[in-house]
């Protein structure tokens, strides 16, 4: 349900992280618009072993968070209820640094924006890219 196109939700505080691409301030639950990271519990496959890729990527957007308060802006909203947003953490894009870092992919769907961040994590073999298998 969108939020009316001349207003834009802002929400600002502490988050707590719930997966890859989602976290929490004062009881909003955020979606990172134009990434798509795996489900907490998801496993992924590399070298023809199993390992918690999800898990993986939820620690990945902790500690990009680290102790900084974190600025979340979108007007839109998914079919969970959760708001569609860009957050930004110590002035810097949380959202591009889980693609640029390899934990989400871009969301192309969505967004374009991060498909360079994507590229590069890519090349580098980063995060997700070590393995063979991790489609979110």
């Not at 918690?52 to 990527?57: I, M, N, P, S």
């Not at 953490?89 to 992919?105: C, P, Q, T, Y």
């Not at 969505?110 to 580098?124: I, K, M, P, Q």
Request: proline share 4%; charged share 30%.
């Amino acid at each position: 349900m969108p939020v009316p196109a001349t207003a834009t939700n802002a929400i600002t505080g502490k988050p707590r992280v719930i997966d890859g691409e989602t976290i929490e301030i004062s009881g909003e639950r955020i979606h990172l618009d134009g990434i798509d990271a795996p489900e907490a519990k998801q496993e992924c496959t590399a070298g023809g072993t199993q390992w918690a890729c999800g898990q993986e990527a939820t620690f990945a957007l902790a500690r990009i968070i680290e102790t900084h308060w974190v600025t979340c802006k979108g007007d839109k909203r998914d079919r969970d209820g959760r708001l569609i947003a860009v957050c930004h953490a110590g002035g810097k894009d949380i959202n591009a640094m889980m693609v640029r870092e390899g934990w989400a992919l871009a969301y192309r769907r969505g967004s374009l924006d991060y498909v360079d961040e994507e590229t590069a994590a890519r090349d580098a073999r980063r995060g997700l890219w070590r393995g063979e298998s991790f489609r979110p």
